[in-house]
Nanobody, 112 residues
Framework: QVQLVESGGGLVQAGGSLRLSCAAS????????MGWYRQAPGKQRELVATISVGRTNYADSVKGRFTISRDNAKNTVYLQMNSLKPEDTAVYYC???????WGQGTQVTVSS
């Protein structure tokens, strides 16, 4: 079992940047895929980005603006978000595939 804690959300103007962090309660070395999802008010939760060994995957809406990375030594996954848009406003959640786990979420609000 693993617990995930997100941080780094906040309020930013359009065009700005934020870096989200997801700290795991134990080593993530053996966890294959970690990812970020988001859920905007009234919408379903959607995939933002995932990272596996040697591979990353991004939603089309964030390609070229967001970068996912992981630091196994720090048991942490990051999401660097640049050129933020108002439509990026959502609660962002960290996720692991095995063992399956979700964080509590961190709010990102982008003002126009």
């Amino acid at each position: 079992q693993v617990q995930l804690v997100e941080s780094g959300g906040g309020l930013v103007q359009a065009g700005g940047s934020l870096r989200l962090s997801c700290a795991a309660s134990r080593s993530i070395f053996s966890i294959n895929t970690m990812g970020w999802y988001r859920q905007a008010p009234g919408k379903q939760r959607e995939l933002v980005a995932t990272i596996s060994v040697g591979r990353t995957n991004y939603a089309d809406s964030v390609k070229g603006r967001f970068t996912i990375s992981r630091d196994n030594a720090k048991n942490t996954v990051y999401l660097q978000m640049n050129s933020l848009k108002p439509e990026d406003t959502a609660v962002y959640y960290c996720h692991t595939d095995l063992p399956p786990a979700w964080g509590q979420g961190t709010q990102v609000t982008v003002s126009s």
